[in-house]
Protein backbone atom coordinates (compact mmCIF):
# COMPACT_ATOMS: atom_id res chain seq x y z
CA UNK A 1 0.00 0.00 0.00
CA UNK A 2 1.80 3.27 -0.92
CA UNK A 3 0.62 6.40 0.93
CA UNK A 4 1.36 9.82 -0.02
CA UNK A 5 4.16 12.01 1.70
CA UNK A 6 2.98 14.72 3.09
CA UNK A 7 5.49 15.70 6.18
CA UNK A 8 8.85 17.56 5.09
CA UNK A 9 12.03 19.20 6.37
CA UNK A 10 13.73 21.82 5.45
CA UNK A 11 17.08 21.38 2.87
CA UNK A 12 19.76 22.48 5.49
CA UNK A 13 18.00 20.34 8.38
CA UNK A 14 20.65 18.18 10.68
CA UNK A 15 20.74 14.83 10.85
CA UNK A 16 19.80 14.90 13.80
CA UNK A 17 16.37 17.10 12.60
CA UNK A 18 15.62 14.51 10.13
CA UNK A 19 16.15 11.51 12.75
CA UNK A 20 13.22 13.60 14.98
CA UNK A 21 11.09 14.20 12.16
CA UNK A 22 11.14 10.45 11.28
CA UNK A 23 10.08 9.71 14.56
CA UNK A 24 7.57 12.18 15.29
CA UNK A 25 5.75 11.36 12.73
CA UNK A 26 6.34 7.42 12.33
CA UNK A 27 6.94 7.89 8.62
CA UNK A 28 9.13 6.31 5.62
CA UNK A 29 9.74 9.53 3.51
CA UNK A 30 9.79 12.98 4.07
CA UNK A 31 9.81 15.62 1.54
CA UNK A 32 12.90 17.90 1.36
CA UNK A 33 11.86 21.68 0.46
CA UNK A 34 13.87 25.00 -0.05
CA UNK A 35 11.30 27.31 1.36
CA UNK A 36 7.59 26.12 -0.43
CA UNK A 37 9.31 24.65 -3.31
CA UNK A 38 9.91 20.32 -2.85
CA UNK A 39 13.35 19.69 -3.93
CA UNK A 40 13.38 16.05 -3.34
CA UNK A 41 12.61 13.00 -1.28
CA UNK A 42 14.86 12.29 2.13
CA UNK A 43 13.69 7.92 2.63
CA UNK A 44 14.29 6.72 5.93
CA UNK A 45 17.20 4.13 4.32
CA UNK A 46 18.65 6.90 3.26
CA UNK A 47 19.20 8.73 6.73
CA UNK A 48 20.81 5.39 7.80
CA UNK A 49 23.18 4.99 5.12
CA UNK A 50 24.09 8.64 6.16
CA UNK A 51 24.44 7.63 9.85
CA UNK A 52 26.59 4.87 8.57
CA UNK A 53 28.92 6.51 7.15
CA UNK A 54 29.44 8.93 9.27
CA UNK A 55 29.97 6.73 11.77
CA UNK A 56 32.67 4.71 10.10
CA UNK A 57 34.27 8.02 9.54
CA UNK A 58 34.37 9.10 12.80
CA UNK A 59 32.47 12.18 12.03
CA UNK A 60 29.01 11.49 13.97
CA UNK A 61 28.84 12.80 17.05
CA UNK A 62 25.53 13.52 19.49
CA UNK A 63 23.99 17.48 19.18
CA UNK A 64 26.20 19.47 22.19
CA UNK A 65 28.66 17.17 23.25
CA UNK A 66 32.32 17.83 22.47
CA UNK A 67 35.52 14.94 21.47
Known amino acids: V???VT???SEDASLFDAIAEFLAH???SLLVRRGT????ILRLSDLF???ARQIKAGECQAEGSER
Open 7 to 9: QSI
Open 26 to 28: QTL
Open 2 to 4: CTP
Open 49 to 51: DEL
Open 37 to 40: TTVG
